[in-house]
């Protein structure tokens, strides 16, 4: 959070060319998401549950609405909705990406344990 705040909070922030800004967006939030839920979950995938998924988007979701509001009072920036979407699709993707891992692990698990 602290260097998507440090990121947001310079009027050019340095990014790649040929990166859509919308790309840029989800893959910060889905790095975000991802840390999020491994607090949620207690440090491990064994932890993870669709309550703890949630609360990482939501964390996630809220933050990057944060951000845009931060964004409007830097000089140079402006707010974009579109952004906003972005951040909670990155999220998304990424938790269920991570959700499907843990199913997955979960039940490798019980088929070695069988």
């Known amino acids: 959070m602290a260097l998507i705040f440090a990121v947001?909070?310079?009027s050019a922030p340095p990014a790649p060319p040929q990166v859509n800004d919308k790309v840029e967006h989800g893959l910060a939030y889905g790095?975000?998401?991802l840390l999020v839920l491994r607090a949620t979950s207690g440090g491990g995938w064994a932890g993870v549950s669709r309550g703890a998924l949630l609360a990482a988007?939501?964390?996630a979701a809220v933050y990057g609405v944060s951000d845009e509001v931060h964004q409007s009072f830097v000089p140079g920036r402006?707010?974009?909705?579109?952004?906003?979407?972005?951040?909670?699709?990155g999220a998304a993707?990424?938790?269920?990406?991570a959700g499907a891992?843990?199913?997955?692990?979960?039940?490798?698990?019980?088929?070695?344990?069988?």
């Open 93 to 97: 993707v990424a938790l269920v990406a």
């Open 57 to 59: 988007w939501g964390v």
């Open 101 to 114: 891992f843990g199913i997955i692990r979960r039940s490798r698990r019980s088929a070695d344990a069988a």
């Open 31 to 33: 790095v975000l998401a």
């Open 78 to 89: 402006a707010s974009d909705p579109a952004d906003v979407v972005a951040d909670a699709l």
């Open 8 to 10: 947001s909070s310079m």
